[in-house]
């Protein structure tokens, strides 16, 4: 009776455990579906967004190839510092004609009031800024977040500008004795971003046509 009980008890667990491995199966099946019909669609969508935002830094009558396939990855630890990242930058390369006509990249203001701010800039061939935008920040609210380009027009004030050795004392806000103005109340947000785009146009000052190799 007990042996037979023992067999019984085997029997039932045996055809929980086939229940729950094919719903465990299934339910592998359906997501790895799921995944494949939906990764193209958000990889689409993905790749359409940062077009969108490229087009903000750099507009797209100023390039005829694709930017997302014409890249160089900076990996050099100098390089990275002066860009704020620790880990390799896609630079993605514009051109017109098979000639160089523009770079966008991302760079980051490591010294934001409330942390890191994360920024799109691009810099057409012969080194004034197209455009720059902010990707991501904790700035306050009210103050800070005035760096982005819907909630105030701050940041296309770096348009048309380059850097060279007789206007790098202006490259630093009003307070500072710069160009740029700052924001009432909230000037260590507009002074790193105005440091961390003086310090990408540096480098690419510096770095000129091998950017574009």
Known sequence: MIESNGKLLIQTMLRSAGKLSLFVLVSIILLLGIKYITDPLVEKAEKQTLMDTFNQVLPESLYDNQPLTDTKTITDPTLL??????????????????????????????????????????????????????LKHKETPGLGDKIEVNKH???????????????????????????F????????????????????????????????E
């Open 81 to 134: 510092e002066a860009l704020g990242s620790e880990q390799p930058v896609t630079v993605y390369r514009a051109r017109k004609n098979g000639k160089p006509a523009g770079l966008i990249l991302t760079a980051i203001a490591t010294n934001g009031y409330s942390g890191n701010i994360h920024l799109l800039i691009g810099v057409m061939a012969d080194g004034r800024i197209s455009g720059v935008r902010v």
């Open 153 to 179: 027009s701050w940041i296309l004030e770096f348009n048309g500008r380059n850097l060279r050795d007789d206007n790098d004392p202006r490259w630093a806000v009003k307070k500072d004795g710069g160009d």
């Open 181 to 212: 103005d700052q924001f009432t109340g909230a000037t260590i947000t507009p002074r790193a971003v105005v440091g961390a785009v003086k310090k990408t146009l540096s480098l690419i000052n510096q770095q000129g046509e091998k950017l574009y």
